[in-house]
């Protein structure tokens, strides 16, 4: 067997080697048989499995300033660009944040806690909001970086990620944490007490709970040099938006000949041409309404980025109380866990559309060069009067288990019930108005969209607000599960293990509107929806090791689950685990995997939303040209409106994962391991991109919906069809991306780790360094499409990262221990939605942490750090995807140079 020296065994622990029990087993080098992640079979702690496992000590993360599941999945190089709760700026997420291992989608990562599942966020039914874990309760993270889909559920492609809380717990915690980055905003707060007491083994029983409080405060973009505007025109950048202010207008005139009669085209109707400008050209009203010739020349542009926040609002509150007692070598528990989190997101002022102005009103541009004084005008207004669009999310988590751990005879088994749930709302705080309420006002020329608001004006403003909830959803699993596992007969290399085991559950969503709201205010982009769904699964699992000889053994894994909705699926799993020469292992492994769609990729609510990127209508203005029937303001240019959300019609996507891996201990506390990956994923659920639906127009021409192929009760809710004139036109509605079962997923690269611990009459050092290396990422946008290759570039919504890693150095001397991180990530060619002379490649992106920690007073620790040491500024990027801009917010650090200061006391 594999066995290593004390220090080269801590070293292991936090390189992707065995995870221990506790602390204080390995403390006391005891030899006890535990469960490992990726593993329903216990074994002893002193032997590595054939699985590459990642275990991440959330002390020390602590103590670099990590308080939340979020920032401590940012650490892991397995993981691409995440969504986090700063996502939801623009984008209608909820506030959430997921993981994301490979790359392949926060859907295909599994979430546990304590090795069972937890409720999937309210919103999405696909994915556990990485703010409902209680990260002041959990003592560890096992990340297994391979296809668990035979073990733990066959949705299990990316990877598992569990979460482990203490165990037995005795004592009281507490410690209070604050940050300050160097620039305005940012500033983080936050609170923890745990508190335990009984010895189980003693007393036969022990209760523990622990509670957090954590809050981030905004940072705006104007805060940032790097985020503060979306125009920036030496690199080609002009991100903004056709609803200004001043208001831009369009007027539509009909065509005359000679005699004053219209002028009618092939089919026998009409023509027209169309006028659109600005009162206030060429001036507009810098520095956020601009004049922008290389877009328009006779219209006003809006930096919208100006006015949004790059960071949101966020607090989060979480508990857990756990209970357990040892009743004749039986232990029962009872576990309950809840979060509360709200996220306060902040965007710029409402673009009210469409509101149709009188030739009566007072504000009429008259005398605007060749404006027809008889026609009435359209209006695009950004209502600055009524300030910055705020939204909030609302979740709140539970999940309660009560569970049964022991032995019977020769089996060890487990059993528990688990009810879990996740309940959200989506509110209006500010800045939304009823479109109704403004256009009567603009009707009877109380409101001037070309200039500023009086006294009368604000007030009338301020009460076409709306406020309140607009959006609420719920998610539900519950369920049973039993495993048991035992040691049958001895072979050369020890006793056969082997493991039976099922579960129960059954899984339920809910997502409504309130249409009152949705109805009145269009700039939300949701239309009214009620959708629900639910689902039984059952299933049975096995795993079987045999240990053939004393440096060679075999496992085999199987799993049969059945679905209410879409059948059954039986999935297999075998792994080897070679020893040729001492302290050397061989791994590998093969499975396959297979994910049902979420209930909400298949009853979503099929919203109309818009677009991230602006867009040139391709058929009203091709090439950013007007064309016939064309509108400036209204097609070129613009976001457009993008439906997606459910598909019933939707497949199962179905995976097969193989790896090779080698690990060994050259010499006494430095170990070191290489792991190949390689996935394949076929049928894979996603939503075709808005930017292949823009940039191949002619491929996708089906996914257009224009105004006059719409009915009156539809046009009635959008954007572009909404006005008298514009209704019933060839103006686009909106595109369709709903999800779908687009073409194959093929990935593969290498997973490298390395640590040495050592210590002499200068302390006791620990080095760590783990990375990753992806060679290849490839995807279809739909069946029998080309491949297209993902690594190193930006297609579609994001990039592939082809290298990542991360440093660790720990030193302890006396009272006094030093941390320093430094985690590093490669360069990519970026999205490139701009002329070819701007075209740009986006910097690799280096961060250091470094963080001291004196324990010198008894029972108290006091930390003081820098997070991003350098004040390392975020790599220029022109991607569009999310709201933010100049940066990427999914794979970058918007703070800046922070101040850490950390205080606990613990007895």
Known sequence: MFKKSPVGAAVWI????????????????????????????????????????????????????????????????????????????????????????????????????????????????????????????????????????????TDAIGGVINFITKRDYRGIDASVNYSKPREEGGVKKGIAVSGGWGNLEADGFNVWASVDKQTNERVRAVDRDFARTGVIPDRGLLKTSGTSFPANFSQTQPVLDAAGKPVLDETGAPTSVSLSGNPSLKGCAPPFSLYLPSISTSTCRFDYTAFIDIIPDTETKTGLLKATAKVGGQYLSLEHMATDSSNIARVASDPVTGLSMPTSSPFFPKSYAGIDPTLPITVGWRMIPGGARTNQASTKANRTVISVDGSYGNWDYRAGFFNAESKGNQDIQD?????????????????????????????????????????????????????????????????????????????????????????????????????????????????????????????FAGRFDKYSDFGSTFNPKAAIRWTPAKNVNVRASYNTGFRAPSLDEVYGPQAVSFTGDPYDDPVLCKGGVVQSGGVESRDCGQQAQIQSGGNTELKPEKSKTFSLGLAFEPVKGLTASIDYWNIKITNSISAVSEQAIFGDPAKYASRYRRCKDLSADVQATLDRCNTPEWKNSNALGYVVALNDN??????????????????????????????????????????GDPFIQNVGKYTDSSPVLRWQHAVTVNWRLGDFSTNF???????????????????????????????????????????????????????????????????????????????????????
């Open 431 to 555: 800045g939304y108005v009823n479109k109704s309420l403004i256009q009567k006002g603009v009707t009877e020329g109380k409101l001037n969209p070309f200039g500023e608001a009086d006294a009368a004006a604000l007030a009338l403003i301020e009460a076409a607000k709306m406020r309140g909830v607009y959006s609420n959803a719920k998610g539900s699993s519950q369920g049973v599960d039993f495993n048991a596992s035992t040691q049958l007969w001895d072979m050369a290399g020890g006793p056969v293990g082997v493991s039976v085991g099922a579960e129960f559950r059954k899984d339920k969503y809910r997502n409504d509107t309130i249409d009152s709201i949705v109805d009145n205010v269009p700039s939300l982009g949701v239309a009214p929806y009620h959708v629900s769904g639910d689902r039984k699964i059952s299933a049975l699992s096995t795993e079987w090791l045999f240990p053939v000889s004393k440096d060679v053994e075999l496992t």
């Open 742 to 783: 687009l073409g194959d997923v093929k990935t593969d690269g290498f997973d490298f780790a390395a640590g040495y611990a050592f210590h002499n009459s200068f302390g006791r050092f620990q080095l760590g360094w783990e990375a990753t290396y992806v060679r290849s990422y490839e995807y279809q946008r739909d069946k």
């Open 14 to 153: 936090a390189l992707g080697g065995l995870a221990l029990a506790t602390s204080s087993a390995h403390a006391q080098q005891q030899l006890e048989r535990i469960e490992v992640t990726g593993s329903s079979i216990k074994r002893m702690v002193d032997t590595d499995s054939a699985l590459p496992i990642s275990v991440i000590s959330a002390a020390d993360l602590r103590a670099t300033g990590v308080n939340s599941a979020e920032g401590a999945l940012a650490k892991i190089a397995a993981s691409q660009s995440m969504t986090g709760s700063s996502q939801t700026i623009g984008s209608g997420t909820g506030g959430a944040a997921y993981a994301n291992l490979r790359g392949l989608g926060s859907n295909k990562t599994l979430v546990l806690l304590n090795g069972r599942r937890v409720a999937a966020f309210a919103f999405s039914s696909a994915s556990v909001d990485l703010n409902s874990i209680p990260f002041a309760a959990i003592d560890r993270v096992e990340v297994l970086r391979d296809g668990a889909s035979a073990i733990y559920g």
């Open 821 to 907: 991180g430094l985690g590093h990530k490669s360069g990519y060619v970026d999205q490139n939605a701009v002329e070819e002379q701007y075209f740009n490649k986006v910097k690799s992106y280096t961060l250091a942490d470094l963080s001291v920690t004196w324990s010198g007073i008894k029972h108290t620790k006091f930390t003081v750090g820098l997070k991003n040491l350098f004040d390392t500024k975020p790599p220029f990027s022109n991607q569009g995807t999310v709201f933010q801009q100049g940066y990427d917010p999914r794979l970058t650090d918007a703070y800046g140079r922070t101040l850490l200061l950390r205080a606990s006391l613990s007895y």
